[in-house]
């Protein structure tokens, strides 16, 4: 059971967990929310861990990594608000999103590491004053 849920919280202690999240990431979560329970055609709460990692993964997804994390972590708030276990949790869903991020062509990658060229040119400039647009200080 979630403590909001619970007979003897103060109002303060309500109020404190209703603030515990930006607005913005209460939107966000209420977005994600809704585009999952619209692709899985049912009530959220129902969700297998199954179908989770489905969505997740779905054909022909550009999702980036970033928005995977965050659709994750709106399933997580919806289940944890209700006091069910989530789905999204699940050690399949999680191996599920190692996979994605693995088998993603544009993954992140090392940049390449500094020549004596670019240091020395870096050095070179790192003391001079610097100037705005137009030559404005």
Known sequence: M???ATP???????????HAHAPETRRVYALHQQAFAAWLQQALLRATPVEVANYLASPG???????RAQATAALRHAF????????????????TLRGLRRQRP???????????????????????????RGGED
């Open 2 to 4: 979630p403590l909001a």
């Open 8 to 18: 003897d919280v103060s109002e303060a202690t309500q109020q404190a967990l209703r």
């Open 61 to 67: 997804s550009t999702k980036s990594h970033s928005w």
């Open 80 to 95: 944890h608000e209700a006091g069910l276990p989530s789905p999204a949790q699940h050690p399949g869903v999680r191996r």
């Open 106 to 132: 544009n993954a992140p990658q090392q940049a390449a590491p500094l020549t004596e060229t670019a240091i020395a040119a870096i050095e070179a400039t790192a003391l001079s004053p610097r100037t705005g």
